[in-house]
């Protein structure tokens, strides 16, 4: 079974750093094809996809932010983290991850995470 | 950046409609499209993908169509399980883009 799990803080204050984890189950990061992205969601707003990593360490990122976002994996651990630098409330949503294999989309996604921005 | 515009923002339907949700590209690729149903408080779940290949375990009542520019979700009997809000996402090259989203709801 595959499943993903994002963790990370609750609450972070303007201009400081995020960091969320990704700890996955099921599948191997390091096999062909395979990659993992974080896409967030704005309270009552859409989809917004921020990052992904592949299989081969080949890393992207949305354009808007590029500049203040890396992404990182650890095979050993089964985990991918993303971290986001000065935070803004502007970035105050809930963070997901979500698995994509082969030719297919974000097939395997996890439940979330809520970070608020705020002093 | 590919661009991708959704419409209508909102649907108001009935059990047994037929729904129609387009897609529409700002630049043209052949079929890396996505599409994805999300209800409140829950993570997205994949419905589509590559345009018109139903992810297993999805009703055969959603079908997907298009390439190019327009692409096209078709709820062809709505069911009561069906009202959520629809989004479909390009990943056809990074940065991937989704729509702003398409809310169905009970008419």
């Known amino acids: 079974q595959v499943t993903l799990r994002e963790s990370g803080p609750a609450l972070v204050r303007p201009s400081q750093t995020l960091t969320l984890t990704c700890t996955f189950s099921?599948?191997?990061?390091?096999?062909?094809?395979?990659?993992v992205s974080w896409i967030r969601q704005p309270p009552g707003r859409a989809l917004e996809w921020l990052a992904r990593?592949?299989?081969?360490?080949?890393?992207y990122y949305i354009t808007s932010l590029k500049t203040r976002l890396a992404i990182s994996k650890d095979p050993s651990k089964n985990q991918v983290v993303l971290t986001m630098t000065n935070v803004d409330p502007v970035d105050t949503a809930t963070y997901y991850c979500?698995?994509?294999?082969?030719?297919?989309?974000?097939?395997?996604w996890g439940q979330g995470t809520m970070v608020i921005v705020s002093s | 950046d590919i661009q991708m515009t959704q419409s209508p923002s909102t649907l108001s339907a009935s059990v047994g409609d037929r729904v129609t949700i387009t897609c529409r590209a700002s630049?043209?690729?052949?079929?890396?499209l996505a599409w994805y149903q999300q209800k409140p408080g829950k993570a997205p779940k994949l419905l589509i993908y590559?345009?018109?290949s139903l992810e297993s375990g999805v009703p055969s009542r959603f079908s997907g169509s298009g390439s190019g520019t327009e692409f096209t979700l078709t709820i062809s009997s709505l069911q009561p399980d069906d009202f959520a809000t629809y989004y479909c996402?390009?990943?056809?090259?990074?940065?991937?883009?989704f729509g702003q989203g398409t809310k169905v709801e009970i008419k």
């Open positions: 979500a698995r994509k294999m082969g030719l297919g989309a974000l097939d395997v």
């Open positions: 099921g599948f191997s990061l390091s096999s062909t094809a395979m990659s």
């Open positions: 990593i592949d299989w081969d360490d080949d890393k």
């Open positions: 630049q043209s690729f052949s079929f890396w």
């Open positions: 590559k345009a018109s």
């Open positions: 996402q390009q990943y056809n090259s990074p940065p991937w883009t």
